[in-house]
């Protein structure tokens, strides 16, 4: 069975209709990379499969279960994690503390004990701390466990926030543009991390403008153009359909 | 009953027409910097008490009520230059205790020079109230409508046809691109510093005959315009007129038929309620995050 | 956090032990016990609007509740004042409880609104419900027993809040640096980022403030007990504002910011006694000034400058 269905999802604001009937199957344990040129509706798509938005029409369903117009933080519940297009890091934190925010629903977070620093609660918060410095360097982080996040650059915050997106221990993540304002060693590095947390058996869904990327990591991918779904396959299917290469053209020339 | 109902109405809209001119204050100077300038209070306040001062001073009325509208304006725009630009982009609770800051220094040098007393100024034109329905109208009312209703048409003008207006308006919409086409926005905050000061000094002008005035009326006033700018939509104009007129309206009504002691409470009372129904006011647009 | 979390605690008890025994006279100590209560309440305040990143313009409405239900319920009900104090707090707690879904559901300049409309409506029902509470001359308020003794003289009093104070630091402390004072941090940082990893931002909001009121409540009743006399002013506008500068003067999201705040702005009144008939201009001025050059507070503007986090 699918892990994520989406069914004749539509959105609107106002007159703009940002996606318009998109259809699509994930299936377990695959990198699903989504494509488009620039206000395709890609990110849209991610912020209504995540709950940031409610759609105007459709259907998601995540393992079967009706999921759309839910709150983002019932997903997260449901172990669907995310990262941003334009960042969202919190600036006001520790780079690690962003990372421990991400384990947010596996701990108690009870006022009253943290209050009154009850010693099970303390023990729980120092191997989170360990947990979360395992993580950054999971993701290439390891010199920056004690640093600030307002003093990082673009490039570390986006793996930042993929830190964070792990440390909730997702089934499904999505990743927003994780290559974007990178040079080219930095994407290779990422490149890396997103092979690497698949194969540690995450469902990986993908928006990247960067093609070599694409092609290299996805099993399947979908392609949008005006907020609608222009095709879905595999890499070499995509890479040889006239509609996406019209559209392409087109999008560029 | 009607009769009652018209007096109250009167007296609503004209007190209404003094919350509508600082209700624009706030209107003009959020969507100029997104600050909301509590020392909004203080121009109306500064307006009555220097209309008092030099009228008693001897001058003719014109001129006096001139000057009590540049002086709070020289005033509002010292505040920009002084207080606010230099701090630009800073959180807005900085900014609103500044503004605080300032309506405190505006109100203490009122009560130093000009004393704590109550002052009244005479009305424009006479007291012989006009009857209408069984009600009474102080003809001064009909000079605060009739003030109002002209700057509301005048700013309506100065917004939609004229490039000066139009460049303020673009600046509230988008600050940088405002900038990238050439506008002056630091005109622009001065201008909307200037404008809101002299819109409050000229509300505070109008009532006073009515309302009597002294050193520590500004507070209530100004926050019952700002009232009145949410109520309305913050950064609506025509919001913040309408809203003006329906605070106090609604504020006369509540104290008429319900309880005078809880009069300033209506309000209050009147904003939270909407506010938890529509949370940005009656005319503010939905806005959508963009993550 | 770093093992030395608790540095800046110790330094405070010091200071709180050594304080009684060198101040002159009692006008001090009279003085020092009410920058401690401003201090507690401030420090409460400031996990709302530092932390959590959510504006209060009504806090003092809060405090007026405790501080009335402490004059009140004792003087016409014959309320025992510890029951009174626990009544003041939990009507504080469910005021804001009641209001707290709709009104966080605003933010910025409406949430201010919502905030200052609340705390207002609060103080004129204080000032004209006078067969209750006197009026705008206020109300005597019965002198406080805890457990059998009467706390009269200001030397007993320092040291109940000088616990207090302690207390309150060492739970503030361990509080922000927890899963809760996480997501509190976290959801003023960006909401969206903290509602995909779930957290109920509402429900945070919600929490810390209605933990604030509370805390506001429990102070204004006992600040009500050591002044001996309740009046309408302590509940209003203006009194929030001095709140909320406490705040930012002293630091936002800054625990020891809280106490510099709190201090500073308790003592500036009786220094610009002497500027009669100026106070308020200079006040207005000092506000004014602080801002502008120290916007982001003393002690997180001194820290930064000394190279030392908090």
């Known amino acids: 069975m699918s892990m994520l269905e989406v069914k004749d999802l539509s959105i609107h604001f106002g007159g703009v209709k940002a996606v318009q009937n998109v259809s699509f199957a994930i299936d377990p344990g695959i990198v699903y990379s989504v494509i488009g040129p620039n206000g395709a509706g890609k990110t849209t798509l991610f912020n209504l499969i995540t709950g940031v938005y409610k759609p105007s029409a459709g259907e998601i369903r995540l393992d079967g279960e009706a999921i759309h117009g839910r709150s983002p933080n019932e997903l997260a519940r449901r172990g669907v994690a995310r990262t941003f297009q334009n960042l969202q890091i919190c600036m006001n934190m520790s780079a690690r503390e962003n990372v421990m925010v991400g384990a947010h629903l596996r701990l108690d977070r009870n006022l009253l004990k943290a209050a009154l620093h009850l010693p099970g609660l303390r023990k729980r918060d120092a191997e989170l701390r360990d947990e979360a410095a395992e993580l950054m360097r999971f993701v290439g982080l390891e010199q920056y466990v004690e640093a600030r996040a307002d003093a990082m650059s673009y490039g570390l915050l986006k793996r930042l926030e993929i830190a964070r997106a792990l440390a909730m221990k997702p089934r499904l993540i999505f990743l927003d543009e994780p290559a974007a304002g990178l040079n080219p060693k930095e994407t290779i590095e990422v490149d890396q991390l997103v092979r690497k947390i698949a194969d540690a058996g995450v469902t990986v869904v993908l928006v990247e403008h960067d093609m070599k990327m694409v092609m290299n990591l996805s099993d399947r991918i979908l392609v949008l153009n005006y907020g609608k779904k222009l095709a879905e396959g595999t890499g070499e299917e995509i890479r040889r359909n006239p509609d996406v290469i019209a559209a392409y053209l087109g999008a560029h020339a | 009953m009607l009769s009652q109902f018209l007096q109250f109405l009167f007296s609503g809209v004209t007190v209404g027409a003094t919350y509508a001119l600082a209700a624009l204050g706030f209107t003009l100077i959020y969507n100029a910097s997104n600050v909301i300038n509590f020392a909004q209070g203080e121009f109306i306040m500064l307006g009555g008490m220097l209309a008092v001062f030099f009228t008693q001073a001897g001058l003719p009325l014109p001129v006096a009520l001139l000057l009590a509208m540049l002086i709070p304006a020289a005033v509002g725009v010292l505040i920009e230059k002084l207080a606010i630009e230099p701090v630009k982009g800073a959180e807005p609770v900085t900014l609103i205790i500044i503004t605080i800051g300032a309506s405190l220094v505006i109100r203490g040098l009122t009560a130093v020079i000009f004393g704590k007393g109550t002052h009244s100024l005479p009305a424009f034109s006479g007291d012989t109230p006009i009857e209408i329905l069984g009600a009474t109208l102080l003809p001064q009312s009909l000079w605060v409508l009739g003030i109002t209703a002209l700057v509301v048409v005048l700013l309506w003008y100065y917004f939609n046809r004229t490039l000066q207006g139009k460049a303020m308006l673009a600046t509230s919409f988008n600050r940088l691109a405002a900038e990238l086409v050439g506008i002056n926005t630091s005109w622009v905050l001065f201008m909307s510093f200037a404008m809101s000061a002299a819109l409050g000094a000229l509300g505070g002008i109008l009532i006073t005959p009515i309302t009597l005035t002294s050193y520590d009326v500004g507070i209530m006033l100004g926050l019952k315009g700002f009232v009145a700018a949410v109520l309305g939509g913050l950064g609506n104009g025509l919001g913040a007129v309408v809203g003006g007129l329906l605070v106090g309206i609604l504020e006369a009504m509540g104290a008429g038929y319900i309880s005078s002691a809880y009069k300033d409470a209506i309000p209050f009372v009147l904003i939270l309620f909407i506010l938890f129904f529509m949370p940005r006011g009656l005319f503010g647009g939905q806005s959508t995050d963009r993550v | ?310």
């Open chain 3, 1 to 310: 956090m770093p093992k030395n979390v608790y540095r800046g605690l110790y330094l405070v008890i010091a200071i709180l032990l050594v304080l009684p025994h060198v101040l002159p006279n009692s006008y001090y100590l009279d003085l020092a016990v009410r920058m401690a209560i401003n201090a507690v309440i401030v420090l409460g305040l400031n996990l709302l609007i530092g932390f959590a990143g959510q504006i209060s313009l009504g806090h003092a409405g809060f405090l007026g509740i405790g501080a009335y239900a402490s004059a009140v319920l004792p003087t016409h009900f014959g309320w025992h004042p510890l029951a009174a104090m626990g009544a003041g707090a939990l009507a504080a707690g469910l005021l804001a409880a009641l209001v707290a879904r709709p009104i966080f559901k605003l933010k910025g300049n409406y949430l201010a609104m919502a905030t200052l409309g609340l705390g207002i409506i609060i103080s004129i029902a204080l000032r004209n419900e006078a067969q209750w509470t006197g009026g705008p001359d206020g109300m005597p308020v019965p002198s406080m027993g805890l457990f059998g003794f009467e706390l009269s003289n200001d030397r007993q009093w320092y040291w109940v809040v000088a616990l207090l104070l302690s207390v309150s630091v060492w739970a503030s402390l361990n509080l922000i640096d927890s899963p809760f004072g996480r997501a509190l941090r976290a959801l003023h940082g960006s909401e969206v980022a903290s509602q995909v990893v779930g957290v109920d931002i509402v429900r945070y909001k919600v929490a810390i403030f209605v933990l604030s009121a509370v805390f506001a409540s429990l102070m204004g009743s006992i600040t009500a007990h050591y002044v001996g006399f309740v009046s309408p002013n302590y509940a209003d506008f203006f009194h929030s504002i001095e709140l909320v500068t406490m705040v930012v003067i002293g630091g936002m999201a800054s625990v020891y910011g809280s106490l510099v705040g709190a201090v500073l702005l308790t003592a500036l009144p009786q220094a610009l006694a002497t500027f009669e008939g100026w106070e308020t201009v200079v006040f207005g001025a000092i506000l004014m000034l602080c801002m502008i050059f120290l916007p982001k507070g003393l002690v997180p503007t001194l820290a930064a400058k000394f190279g030392k986090g908090e």
